[in-house]
């Protein structure tokens, strides 16, 4: 089956440090993949949709400066937290599917950042 | 987007049968309906997806009726494994998914 691997599980950094957090289809290629961030025994809110080759497209209320998305290959998408603060601590998920319709999205198994 | 509703929580017990519906009133023609499950601190994972009648896998059945305006979920003789999020969610072309507040079933023994 379809797998996508999320790297790292856990990263715990200092206040205005940027982290990065890497979304990889293992066995598949996907032009489109997106990222999600879930806060404790909340529903996950999906941030943006990273397009391969192009810019991703934000959700409303989401800063692309502070969160940089990079999708430079089909295998490999990646979210960066820039200056991140306490308040960004929290749970991020990326999906993909594999370029045909109607396939369902497969999840990575998150990161969670935590900011001291 | 189809607005979505499910029960917020379902309690059960091993090796019963749970049944979780969801409404999707507004779905459009070319909406396929998904439903993933999510443990505590990982990410969702695919049961299973229909688009109408009944569609079984080795884990759950779905169904949905021929307005398709409503699914259900059916998990057999559920385990405490099987403790979870479940999530329904409709999907059309953009593959973009807008999650709800998921269903939190708790399995007791």
């Known amino acids: 089956g379809a797998v996508v691997s999320q790297h790292p599980s856990r990263v715990i950094c200092k206040s205005g440090t940027s982290v990065k957090i890497e979304c990889r289809s293992l066995?598949?290629?996907?032009?489109?993949m997106f990222w999600y961030r879930q806060f404790p025994k909340q529903s996950l809110m999906l941030m943006a949709t990273?397009?391969?080759?192009?810019?991703?497209?934000?959700e409303q209320g989401v800063e692309k400066d502070k969160f940089l998305i990079n999708h430079a290959s089909l295998t490999l998408s990646t979210l960066t937290v820039t200056s991140a603060h306490p308040e960004d601590s929290s749970f991020y998920i990326c999906s993909a599917s594999p370029d045909r319709q109607h396939q369902p999205q497969h999840f990575g198994d998150g990161t969670r950042l935590s900011i001291l | 987007l189809a607005k979505i509703t499910q029960p917020i929580s379902m309690d059960s017990y091993e090796g019963q049968e749970v049944n979780i519906t969801c409404s999707h009133n507004?779905?459009?023609?070319?909406?396929?309906i998904t439903w993933y499950q999510q443990f505590p601190s990982q990410g969702p994972r695919f049961i299973i997806q229909g688009y109408k009648t009944k569609v079984t896998n080795e884990v759950a059945s779905l169904f949905i009726p021929a307005d398709r305006k409503s699914s259900t979920l059916s998990l057999p003789r559920v385990s405490l494994s099987d403790t979870a999020v479940y999530y329904c969610l409709v999907v059309g072309g953009t593959d973009k998914l807008i999650f709800g507040t998921g269903t939190r079933l708790q399995v007791f023994p």
């Open positions: 066995d598949f290629q996907a032009t489109t």
């Open positions: 507004n779905i459009a023609t070319n909406d396929y």
């Open positions: 990273s397009n391969e080759g192009s810019k991703a497209t934000y």
